[in-house]
């Protein structure tokens, strides 16, 4: 397994209702990746074909026509889409952590695809609870979408959608695999709007979003790599978003590389600013953190406290 790694983290602006765009635009940055050596590569959640906000500001009815072509441009997984993406880690020689609507039937779901540097999906997962009102569009992950780390030649890497790092257990269980390499996966997420204008709480900002991610890698001694959308005004009324009190262009970019001990290991970007946010780490930096708390090790109390697992994945039906 190599020591040091070469992370990086998208911040970018999605190709918004355009699948083919979106794969157009993914292809670009596997392929800039590859050219800088990056070994491990994030994308944010829902990254094809981008996160529809909308749902947080408007009514059903007035988001209609938006979600029908939301579902008409997600991906699904064994599709000649996904093929391109897969042949572009392959010739970039990238591990990929792809966050994508997945198209599955007539259902959608927040998905990532682990890719490997040979170009296969070594690992797929869903969002194993979608937020609030996401559940008007997106399924539960079941089961088997609770294996979130996969071993890789970089180390073992993981990755969990939004806020799922505000589920305890299912943090703690990604720690049980082993995690090493992190990636946190996010929707645009933007400051706290005028609280004379609109209430909004602090756990719907990017700060907040940005805390939980650090969070991990302190509670998981692991590296995160935290990947965000960006939102351009341009692209507002098409995202049924103009006057939405929440959304600031540009903006939505809280990306961020935290070490084993929470530590920054970048600058901070603008939040409109587009790119892939590096850094080379080093895989036995995790020890100096891990000596001092292993919360699945030798700071863990089996014996008072654990976790029970269930690995079976519900089926609609079932065929004896």
Not at 226 to 246: F, P
Request: proline share 7%; with cysteine; net charge negative.
């Amino acid at each position: 397994m190599t020591q040091t790694v070469r992370v990086g983290a998208v911040q970018a602006e999605p190709a918004w209702l355009d699948l083919q765009g979106g794969v157009n635009k993914t292809i670009e940055l596997i392929k800039k990746a590859g050219e800088d050596g990056v070994n491990v590569l994030g994308f944010p959640e829902v990254w094809l074909t981008g996160y529809p906000w909308a749902i947080w500001v408007n009514s059903v009815v007035e988001n209609t026509e938006l979600i029908h072509k939301y579902m008409a441009n997600s991906m699904v997984k064994a599709s000649p889409e996904m093929d391109r993406i897969r042949a572009a880690a392959k010739d970039a020689n990238v591990f990929v952590v792809l966050g994508y609507s997945e198209r599955d039937g007539a259902s959608l779901y927040i998905a990532q695809s682990f890719i490997n540097t040979e170009g296969e999906i070594v690992l797929h997962r869903r969002k194993i609870k979608p937020t609030h009102v996401e559940r008007s569009i997106w399924g539960d992950g079941q089961a088997d979408s609770l294996t979130s780390v996969v071993d890789t030649p970089y180390g073992k890497v993981g990755a969990l959608n939004c806020w799922e790092h505000l589920q305890p257990l299912l943090r703690y269980y990604e720690y049980c695999q082993g995690v090493q390499i992190h990636v946190a996966a996010w929707p645009p997420m933007f400051d706290l709007p005028d609280p004379k204008k609109l209430k909004w709480p602090f756990h719907e900002t990017n700060n907040a979003n940005q805390l939980c991610s650090q969070f991990l890698a302190i509670e998981g001694q692991a590296f995160v790599l935290v990947a965000t959308q960006v939102l351009t005004e341009g692209n507002l009324e098409k995202l049924n978003l103009i006057d939405s009190g929440v959304c600031q262009t540009p903006g939505g970019g809280f990306t961020m590389i935290y070490g084993p001990d929470g530590k920054p290991l970048c600058e901070p970007w603008p939040p409109g600013k587009e790119g892939i946010m590096q850094a080379d780490i080093d895989l036995r930096d995790i020890d100096y953190a891990k000596g001092m708390i292993d919360t699945v090790g030798h700071y863990s109390r089996p014996d008072l406290l654990s976790l029970n697992v269930n690995p079976i994945a519900a089926k609609p039906f079932h065929l004896k």
